[in-house]
């Protein structure tokens, strides 16, 4: 080995993280992947990434030994995520399938990350049999609408929530556990691991927003890498599609529609924690407050004032922020902004008169469905969408850079 290579492997193991996978631990109601990650100062720190206490008979299968650990490692919310480190030698107790390990080596590139994989790997196609729907229900207006309009088609989807019964608890028969760890692995993984022939995953228009290297979200709802994902399950033997059809929708427009079309489900809405001041709640008021949807059960009109002044004086110190890897709350704030700039302009808004925002602030494309972001939407669930809004034409102008993208993007 050259001095130069030397060098170079030097640095680089000073500039990545160790992480081992432990032995899977399992059981009836649980299964867990212990992560020893070890920094180059030789500190360690041990995760955990699975499920436990589930109301259903956990199916293990292999595959997902591989599959759990490597998407929360090389993903957005996982070790790497926040921190200096965008580097990382993985090694597992057992070895690892290899067209897995591969994906998402691949996958991590594309959130700007680097994944050696330091375990042995074998090659296996499986033979599963998959059947049914189900839908990823975190218990606010994204998969509260997804499971109404799938009833409404003619379907019948099981619903499993990965915060127990709490999220769930006006949907009989929802099949319920605690993810160990609260990332977006430990909320996937385990309804795949029940081989449904679907999977529904709540999604706005923010977490397809495009932009490289990818924003926090876009590998689990945008319609071309949850393409790349099921062929990847495809492939190896689990015939299961990932569909995130109202990744076309505006977030004002999911609310609209849930609270609208189906109130038995919106009166169930847990979006965020009530009367506690935060982005996010001031998002859903603005959203409910739009549509002339009551939202005393979250904020009262004294603390939607509040949040609603210190939005707009944040925006308008700051500007147009760079989000980074968070870069769908881009599109989340230019809705915010939009609905305030329109409040203000008709004489229903909160704030002051002294403080005015900008009227550039007033976006059109938050009022269409954004179906060019989704091609495989099925026409039945577009047909309902369009009840409430046209779809946009991408010859218009105003579109956010990351949703304009897609008129460039090849189809899938």
């Known amino acids: 080995m050259s001095e130069t290579t030397k060098t170079e492997a030097f640095l680089s193991a000073r500039l990545s993280l ?27 720190n041990i995760e955990h990434v699975g499920l436990q206490n ?24 996982g070790p790497l995520f926040g921190t200096q480190y965008s580097r990382a030698v993985v090694q597992a107790d057992f070895p690892l399938h290899a067209a897995i390990a591969a994906f998402f080596q691949a996958r991590a590139s594309r959130f700007g990350l680097n994944i050696e994989i330091a375990s042995s790997t074998f090659e296996r ?46 949907i009989p028969q929802a099949l319920t556990y605690d993810a160990s760890n609260f990332a977006m692995p430990a909320r996937i993984v385990p309804a795949l691991m029940l081989n449904p022939r679907n999977v529904y995953h709540g999604s706005g228009l923010g977490e397809v927003h495009l932009n490289q290297p990818w924003q926090q979200y876009f590998d689990i709802s945008a319609n ?12 190896i033997g ?67 004032a509040s949040m609603t002044t210190n939005f707009v004086k944040k925006s308008m110190k700051q500007g147009d922020e760079i989000f980074g890897l968070y870069r769908n709350r881009e599109i989340i704030n230019r809705e915010m902004r ?26 059109p494309w938050i009022d269409f469905i954004h179906s060019y972001c989704n091609p495989d939407l099925s026409p039945a669930l577009l047909e309902i969408f369009s009840i409430y809004a046209e779809c946009w034409d991408l010859g218009m102008p105003g579109l956010p850079a990351g949703l304009a993208a897609y008129a460039d993007m090849p189809s899938a």
């Open 125 to 170: 196609v499986y033979d599963e049999r998959t059947q049914g729907d189900m839908v990823l229900f975190g218990g606010g207006k994204d998969s509260r609408l997804l499971l109404g309009t799938l009833r409404e088609i003619g379907g019948e989807p099981a619903v499993i929530s990965a915060r127990g019964s709490s999220y769930a608890a006006d």
């Open 338 to 363: 939009t609905i305030i700039r329109r409040q203000y302009a008709d004489g229903t808004s909160p704030l002051s008169t002294k403080l005015e925002p900008p009227i550039e602030w007033d976006e």
């Open 54 to 77: 589930a109301n259903f008979k956990v199916r293990h299968h292999e595959a997902w030994d591989s599959y759990l650990p490597l998407m929360y490692i090389t993903r957005n919310g």
């Open 224 to 235: 071309a890498a949850l393409l790349e994902t099921s062929r990847l399950l495809q492939s």
């Open 238 to 304: 689990f015939d299961i599609t990932i569909h995130a059809p109202q990744s076309t929708l505006p977030y004002n427009l999911v609310q609209k529609i849930l609270s609208v079309r189906y109130p038995e489900l919106a009166a169930g809405q847990i979006s965020v924690t009530p009367y506690r001041a935060s982005e996010k709640n001031l998002h859903v008021c603005l959203l409910k407050d739009y549509h002339g949807i009551d939202f005393s059960d979250q904020s009262t009109s004294e603390m939607y």
């Open 18 to 44: 160790h992480i081992h996978i432990g032995k899977p631990q399992r059981g009836d109601d649980f299964y867990h992947l212990p992560l020893t990650i070890t920094a180059p100062d030789g500190s360690k």
